[in-house]
């Protein structure tokens, strides 16, 4: 019969119209402002700089070695490293980035800044609603509004962090143990940062 | 008719339409410019097409509107910097543009992949290929005037796939997830489980997309006979992929080349017979069957292991001279890329071998003698992402 299809395919979609009533299944957009779905650990949208401890400046874990702004892709990324030196979360003394920029309207979320990063220092956030009425200055991040706090990547990266906490604790008693049983020798020699471009 | 008519060339006019005298006959043809902001056309894609009438006598697709320097900037990038552009080629697929490169880099450095990579790549890939036929078919059926419906059902499948590129590689469309000499990072837990429900349920919504739509008296009328492509043509033009096995060729790279592991899965490689645009339609759903297939395979034997080649470093890659050519099936048809080292750590050249550019160069031959509706729904079942065409 001509229009049998027809009428088998209006069954179809009155069949979705009518238990969407009933099965939540059926129902499979939410509204976003009010109503939000949790994200995947893995989410990755904007980079961000991690510290140890409270002080954004003292724990900042970046050594401006630059990697990262050699590494990234669509080069969104500007460091200028520091003349003095800080020490780092092993205690030893490490240069650390006095600018520490990224472009917003450039950067492609594309993690291989963090990837390549040796120190742990960056890492990807997952806060997605990053637009701004101010164009000019609001696009371009600073290192202020970059650092965030280890308990905030533990927040949301948790497996992720813990691994590297891990991993940072088994490299503190590495050093620790270097240190310990010859306290005597020389003076530690500044670890040379990765070479600079 | 209006007088005098216009005798300017093709292509050098100012308005959208233009009066072109009919060679040795009486009235006049129409030279229409079709888009790029026409909402049939893709992505930003303009045919200028000359009517008799409302039918088409000559057709010629202009492109280049989304031209980013792909390539040009591959060069000048490390070979690990190119692999998140390689996502916005064909922006629906980034599994297996991201695939395809890495093979070719493998080729060239002389990397291997591991098992458990391997099989999460033919998971990945397959399941890019689901939601790629799966919205395409929404889209062709969208550009028929079944405004909305389809399109819907088939993103709310393509959602769910998605939601698994999130959670396995940190983003929905542009994944940036395979490294050479294997994957980025190992599945997270309990991604399988829910990979193995979302290819589980997928046959379900085959079956409602079908009943939906595909036996409907109207979208028979309007793509049977529509369009057809001869088998000669295809081949002498070189497209490939689904395309070239509606108009009944038997070639799938993954039987031909037997990439990764494809050796390992069995499954059929549906053919058409008419070469017309329901065939397009139809083989891509049939795809779909085929592709659950070796999806419920791969998931069942994904061996555990590691997921990278321990012998390849992230950074500072610098393949010894030489060049190599890998190329896949994507959902689109053979996706290829050529490389040349010269030693450093750049490419000495990228080429990409882009299949919905390939298929495009036979629209013409399809089009010619069809009305301009039919044009929209042709230009539908080629498959195309001006991302990739244009790159």
């Known amino acids: ?197 | 008719m209006t007088s005098p008519t216009s005798t300017a060339a093709l292509g050098q006019r100012s308005g959208v339409v233009e009066r072109v005298s009919k060679p040795g006959g009486e009235g006049e043809w129409l030279e229409v410019s079709m888009g790029p902001q026409h909402p049939s056309t893709h992505g930003v894609f303009r045919m200028d097409v000359v009517l008799d009438g409302e039918r088409v006598v000559r057709l010629k697709p202009v492109f280049g509107y989304l031209h980013r320097n792909h390539e040009k900037i591959a060069e000048g990038t490390t070979y690990l910097g190119s692999m998140p552009y390689t996502d916005r080629l064909d922006y629906f697929c980034s599994m297996t543009n991201n695939w395809a490169y890495a093979l070719a880099v493998e080729k060239l450095a002389g990397l291997h992949v591991p098992e458990r990579a391997e099989y999460l790549r033919v998971i990945l890939a397959e399941l890019t290929r689901l939601q790629n036929h799966a919205s395409l078919c929404g889209f062709l059926l969208q550009d028929m005037g079944a405004m909305g419906t389809p399109l819907m059902y088939a993103f709310r499948e393509r959602e769910k796939i998605l939601d698994l590129f999130e959670a396995i590689s940190g983003a929905r469309m542009m994944c940036n997830f395979m490294r050479f000499g294997g994957c980025r990072c190992d599945a997270p837990p309990g991604w399988l489980d829910a990979a193995r429900r979302v290819v589980d349920g997928f046959p379900a919504f085959l079956d409602e997309f079908e009943a939906l739509l595909s036996e409907n008296e109207i979208i028979m009328a309007r793509t049977q006979g529509v369009g057809v492509l001869p088998r000669e043509l295809a081949i002498n033009a070189g497209v490939t992929g689904p395309m070239l096995r509606a108009s009944g060729v038997n070639y799938d790279i993954r039987k031909v080349d037997r990439y990764g592991i494809y050796d390992r899965f069995e499954f059929k490689i549906p053919l058409g017979e008419h070469g017309d645009t329901y065939d397009r339609y139809m083989i891509r759903i049939l795809e779909m069957r085929e592709s659950v297939k070796i999806l419920q395979q791969a998931l069942r034997d994904i061996p555990p292991g590691p997921v990278m080649d321990p012998k390849a470093k992230l950074r500072g890659l610098r393949p010894k001279p030489g060049e190599a050519y890998a190329r896949i099936e994507a959902p689109k048809g053979e996706l290829g890329f050529y490389l040349i080292s010269d030693g450093g750590p750049n490419p000495y050249r990228y080429r990409v071998r882009p299949p919905s550019f390939i298929n495009l160069t036979v629209l013409e031959d399809m089009c010619r003698g069809h009305t301009v509706a039919d044009v929209v729904v042709i230009l539908g079942s080629v498959d195309i992402v001006l991302g990739e065409v244009d790159r």
């Open chain 1, 1 to 197: 019969m001509l229009g049998e299809a027809i009428l088998k395919g209006l069954a179809v979609t009155a069949k979705n119209f009518a238990l969407s009533y009933v099965s939540r299944a059926r129902l499979v957009t939410i509204q976003y402002p009010e109503e939000r779905q949790p994200l995947p650990e893995a989410t990755r949208q904007f980079p961000f700089l991690v510290y140890d401890g409270d002080d954004p400046h003292a724990g900042l874990r970046c050594v401006a070695c630059q990697i990262c702004e050699k590494e990234c892709p669509p080069q969104c990324i500007y460091i200028v490293k520091s003349k003095d030196k800080k020490p780092d979360h092993t205690g030893k003394p490490q240069f650390y980035p006095a600018i520490f920029d990224i472009d917003l309207s450039v950067c492609m979320s594309c993690q291989i800044c963090v990837e390549v990063c040796p120190f742990d220092a960056i890492k990807m956030d997952t806060e997605f609603e990053l637009s701004t009425t101010d164009r000019f200055h609001g696009l371009l991040v600073h290192k202020e509004q970059l650092a965030k706090s280890n308990a905030y990547y533990h927040k949301i990266h948790p497996t992720e962090a813990a691994a590297v906490d891990a991993r940072l604790a088994a490299e503190r008693a590495r050093a620790d143990a270097k240190a310990k049983p010859a306290p005597p020798t020389p003076p530690q020699k500044p670890a040379p940062a990765p070479t600079p471009a």
